[in-house]
Protein backbone atom coordinates (compact mmCIF):
# COMPACT_ATOMS: atom_id res chain seq x y z
CA UNK A 1 0.00 0.00 0.00
CA UNK A 2 3.18 2.42 0.99
CA UNK A 3 4.89 1.44 -1.93
CA UNK A 4 1.37 2.46 -4.09
CA UNK A 5 1.15 5.88 -2.60
CA UNK A 6 5.11 6.14 -3.49
CA UNK A 7 4.36 5.49 -6.96
CA UNK A 8 1.45 8.39 -7.09
CA UNK A 9 3.30 10.62 -5.46
CA UNK A 10 5.71 10.52 -8.01
CA UNK A 11 3.81 10.79 -10.85
CA UNK A 12 3.81 13.90 -12.83
CA UNK A 13 1.92 16.80 -12.73
CA UNK A 14 -0.50 17.59 -15.67
CA UNK A 15 -0.39 20.62 -17.43
CA UNK A 16 -3.57 21.38 -16.05
CA UNK A 17 -2.39 20.90 -12.32
CA UNK A 18 0.76 22.80 -12.64
CA UNK A 19 -2.07 25.70 -13.71
CA UNK A 20 -4.07 24.88 -10.92
CA UNK A 21 -1.52 24.81 -8.22
CA UNK A 22 -0.14 28.13 -9.16
CA UNK A 23 -3.30 29.60 -9.86
CA UNK A 24 -4.09 29.48 -6.47
CA UNK A 25 -0.77 29.91 -5.00
CA UNK A 26 -0.51 33.61 -6.68
CA UNK A 27 -3.87 34.05 -5.68
CA UNK A 28 -2.89 33.76 -2.06
CA UNK A 29 0.23 35.83 -2.43
CA UNK A 30 -1.84 38.63 -4.23
CA UNK A 31 -4.09 38.48 -0.93
CA UNK A 32 -0.99 39.07 1.41
CA UNK A 33 0.62 41.58 -0.87
CA UNK A 34 -2.77 43.74 -0.65
CA UNK A 35 -3.28 43.52 3.16
CA UNK A 36 0.77 44.37 3.26
CA UNK A 37 0.60 47.71 1.34
CA UNK A 38 -3.24 48.73 2.73
CA UNK A 39 -1.44 48.32 6.22
CA UNK A 40 1.67 50.18 5.35
CA UNK A 41 -0.36 53.59 2.92
CA UNK A 42 -3.86 52.99 4.66
CA UNK A 43 -5.07 52.81 0.97
CA UNK A 44 -7.10 50.02 -0.61
CA UNK A 45 -4.55 48.98 -4.24
CA UNK A 46 -5.34 46.25 -7.08
CA UNK A 47 -2.90 43.95 -8.31
CA UNK A 48 -2.44 44.58 -12.11
CA UNK A 49 -0.22 41.47 -12.85
CA UNK A 50 1.50 38.66 -11.02
CA UNK A 51 4.48 36.78 -12.59
CA UNK A 52 4.72 33.43 -10.40
CA UNK A 53 6.30 30.70 -11.55
CA UNK A 54 7.61 27.41 -10.51
CA UNK A 55 10.84 26.99 -9.34
CA UNK A 56 11.24 31.10 -9.11
CA UNK A 57 12.38 32.73 -5.79
CA UNK A 58 10.94 36.37 -6.11
CA UNK A 59 7.64 36.96 -7.14
CA UNK A 60 7.29 39.83 -9.29
CA UNK A 61 3.68 42.10 -8.85
CA UNK A 62 2.55 45.15 -10.26
CA UNK A 63 -0.55 47.01 -8.04
CA UNK A 64 -1.84 50.38 -8.05
CA UNK A 65 -4.43 52.63 -6.12
CA UNK A 66 -7.83 52.02 -7.02
CA UNK A 67 -8.78 55.49 -5.76
CA UNK A 68 -6.32 57.17 -7.96
CA UNK A 69 -4.91 57.59 -11.80
CA UNK A 70 -1.72 56.37 -10.80
CA UNK A 71 0.65 54.11 -12.50
CA UNK A 72 1.31 50.71 -11.23
CA UNK A 73 4.32 50.00 -9.29
CA UNK A 74 6.38 47.16 -8.77
CA UNK A 75 6.33 44.72 -5.56
CA UNK A 76 8.76 41.71 -4.61
CA UNK A 77 8.10 38.95 -2.13
CA UNK A 78 10.96 36.44 -1.88
CA UNK A 79 11.15 32.77 -0.85
CA UNK A 80 11.09 33.94 3.10
CA UNK A 81 7.74 35.83 2.49
CA UNK A 82 9.51 39.44 2.41
CA UNK A 83 8.05 41.84 0.63
CA UNK A 84 9.38 45.44 -0.53
CA UNK A 85 7.09 47.81 -2.67
CA UNK A 86 8.41 50.93 -4.82
CA UNK A 87 5.37 52.95 -4.40
CA UNK A 88 7.30 56.23 -3.17
CA UNK A 89 9.48 55.77 -6.12
CA UNK A 90 6.55 55.22 -8.16
CA UNK A 91 4.85 57.95 -6.86
CA UNK A 92 7.54 60.71 -7.04
CA UNK A 93 8.24 60.00 -10.57
CA UNK A 94 4.10 60.20 -11.11
CA UNK A 95 4.16 64.19 -11.70
CA UNK A 96 7.35 64.29 -14.16
CA UNK A 97 5.15 61.61 -16.73
CA UNK A 98 1.81 63.50 -15.82
CA UNK A 99 3.34 66.91 -16.99
CA UNK A 100 5.33 65.28 -20.15
CA UNK A 101 1.85 63.81 -21.29
CA UNK A 102 -0.26 67.05 -20.65
CA UNK A 103 2.64 68.71 -22.42
CA UNK A 104 2.49 67.35 -25.27
CA UNK A 105 -0.72 65.73 -26.11
CA UNK A 106 0.04 61.94 -28.24
CA UNK A 107 2.73 60.58 -25.82
CA UNK A 108 3.28 57.99 -23.43
CA UNK A 109 5.66 58.24 -20.54
CA UNK A 110 7.20 55.95 -18.04
CA UNK A 111 10.74 56.65 -15.92
CA UNK A 112 12.34 55.09 -13.08
CA UNK A 113 14.75 55.55 -10.65
CA UNK A 114 18.36 54.13 -11.21
CA UNK A 115 18.89 52.89 -7.31
CA UNK A 116 18.96 49.57 -5.56
CA UNK A 117 15.38 47.98 -5.69
CA UNK A 118 15.31 46.62 -2.68
CA UNK A 119 16.12 49.97 -0.65
CA UNK A 120 12.73 50.95 1.58
CA UNK A 121 11.08 54.01 1.42
CA UNK A 122 7.64 54.23 2.78
CA UNK A 123 7.00 58.25 2.73
CA UNK A 124 4.88 59.50 0.81
CA UNK A 125 5.33 63.09 1.40
CA UNK A 126 8.13 63.28 -0.34
CA UNK A 127 8.85 65.54 -3.64
CA UNK A 128 10.98 63.80 -6.74
CA UNK A 129 13.65 66.30 -5.75
CA UNK A 130 13.78 65.08 -2.22
CA UNK A 131 13.62 61.65 -3.11
CA UNK A 132 17.00 62.07 -5.02
CA UNK A 133 18.48 64.06 -2.39
CA UNK A 134 17.64 61.46 0.02
CA UNK A 135 18.56 58.46 -1.87
CA UNK A 136 21.93 60.04 -2.90
CA UNK A 137 21.07 59.02 -6.89
CA UNK A 138 21.15 61.74 -9.69
CA UNK A 139 19.91 59.29 -12.97
CA UNK A 140 16.24 59.38 -13.96
CA UNK A 141 15.64 56.59 -17.44
CA UNK A 142 12.34 57.33 -19.29
CA UNK A 143 11.05 55.86 -22.32
CA UNK A 144 8.10 58.33 -24.15
CA UNK A 145 6.12 56.47 -26.94
CA UNK A 146 4.56 58.95 -29.87
CA UNK A 147 1.44 58.23 -31.72
CA UNK A 148 2.65 59.39 -35.00
CA UNK A 149 -0.81 60.67 -35.79
CA UNK A 150 -0.51 63.58 -32.87
CA UNK A 151 2.16 65.72 -34.97
CA UNK A 152 4.70 65.54 -31.28
CA UNK A 153 7.85 65.52 -31.91
CA UNK A 154 10.87 64.54 -30.35
CA UNK A 155 12.89 67.15 -31.35
CA UNK A 156 10.45 69.89 -29.66
CA UNK A 157 10.48 67.82 -26.16
CA UNK A 158 14.11 68.65 -25.52
CA UNK A 159 13.81 71.46 -23.92
CA UNK A 160 11.04 70.29 -21.42
CA UNK A 161 13.67 67.64 -20.51
CA UNK A 162 16.72 69.82 -20.32
CA UNK A 163 14.20 72.36 -17.69
CA UNK A 164 13.73 69.42 -15.81
CA UNK A 165 17.09 67.75 -15.37
CA UNK A 166 18.36 71.46 -14.25
CA UNK A 167 15.66 71.42 -11.84
CA UNK A 168 16.20 67.99 -10.36
CA UNK A 169 19.81 68.56 -10.65
CA UNK A 170 19.83 64.90 -12.05
CA UNK A 171 20.82 63.36 -15.59
CA UNK A 172 17.92 62.37 -17.85
CA UNK A 173 18.25 59.12 -20.27
CA UNK A 174 15.12 59.74 -22.44
CA UNK A 175 14.34 56.74 -24.98
CA UNK A 176 11.63 58.49 -27.94
CA UNK A 177 9.88 56.05 -29.80
CA UNK A 178 7.87 56.80 -32.69
CA UNK A 179 4.88 54.15 -33.36
CA UNK A 180 2.23 53.64 -35.96
CA UNK A 181 -1.10 54.36 -34.42
CA UNK A 182 -2.35 50.56 -33.36
CA UNK A 183 0.95 50.18 -32.30
CA UNK A 184 1.10 52.94 -29.93
CA UNK A 185 -2.54 52.16 -28.30
CA UNK A 186 -1.24 48.79 -27.39
CA UNK A 187 2.06 49.91 -25.65
CA UNK A 188 0.43 52.32 -23.98
CA UNK A 189 -2.44 50.40 -22.58
CA UNK A 190 1.20 48.16 -21.61
CA UNK A 191 1.84 51.38 -19.90
CA UNK A 192 -0.92 50.73 -17.50
CA UNK A 193 -0.68 47.24 -16.51
CA UNK A 194 3.37 47.69 -16.16
CA UNK A 195 5.43 50.62 -16.75
CA UNK A 196 8.61 48.68 -15.96
CA UNK A 197 9.34 48.34 -19.59
CA UNK A 198 12.18 46.91 -21.28
CA UNK A 199 13.79 48.34 -25.08
CA UNK A 200 13.96 44.18 -25.93
CA UNK A 201 10.08 44.50 -24.82
CA UNK A 202 9.31 47.64 -26.67
CA UNK A 203 11.60 46.78 -29.98
CA UNK A 204 8.40 44.65 -30.36
CA UNK A 205 5.96 46.88 -31.82
CA UNK A 206 8.46 47.95 -34.32
CA UNK A 207 8.74 51.89 -34.35
CA UNK A 208 8.75 53.55 -36.66
CA UNK A 209 11.54 55.86 -35.18
CA UNK A 210 13.87 55.75 -32.13
CA UNK A 211 15.54 58.63 -30.73
CA UNK A 212 17.86 58.13 -27.97
CA UNK A 213 19.00 61.40 -25.67
CA UNK A 214 20.91 61.99 -22.53
CA UNK A 215 20.67 65.26 -20.66
CA UNK A 216 22.86 66.27 -18.34
CA UNK A 217 22.63 69.71 -15.94
CA UNK A 218 20.08 70.98 -18.07
CA UNK A 219 22.04 70.45 -21.07
CA UNK A 220 21.61 67.86 -24.06
CA UNK A 221 24.86 66.66 -25.05
CA UNK A 222 24.14 66.43 -28.57
CA UNK A 223 22.37 69.02 -30.79
CA UNK A 224 20.21 66.72 -32.76
CA UNK A 225 18.35 63.36 -31.73
CA UNK A 226 20.24 60.50 -33.43
CA UNK A 227 18.03 58.90 -35.44
CA UNK A 228 18.99 55.08 -34.26
CA UNK A 229 16.53 53.26 -36.41
CA UNK A 230 14.10 53.91 -39.27
CA UNK A 231 11.56 50.89 -40.06
Known amino acids: ?5 KELDQKELTLGDIEQKWKETGSRIEETVLACLKEQYQREFEITRTAVSPGEML ?5 RRTDAEELPFLVH ?10 YVRRLVLSPLCH ?10 MTAAIL ?3 SVPEYDTSLTLFEYLRKHEVDRIVADVIIDEESGAAAEAMLP ?7 SLGAEL ?17 MFSITPEVSDA ?17 GKSDFTELEVMTDG
Do not use: N, W
Request: aromatic share 12%; net charge negative; glycine share 4%.
Open 1 to 5: MADDQ
Open 99 to 108: EAEKRFPGIR
Open 201 to 217: FLAHFDPLKLYAGVIRE
Open 59 to 63: VRLYA
Open 173 to 189: VVDFRILQTEKYERAAR
Open 77 to 86: MDAEGMITDQ
Open 115 to 117: EDP
Open 160 to 166: FFEEESC
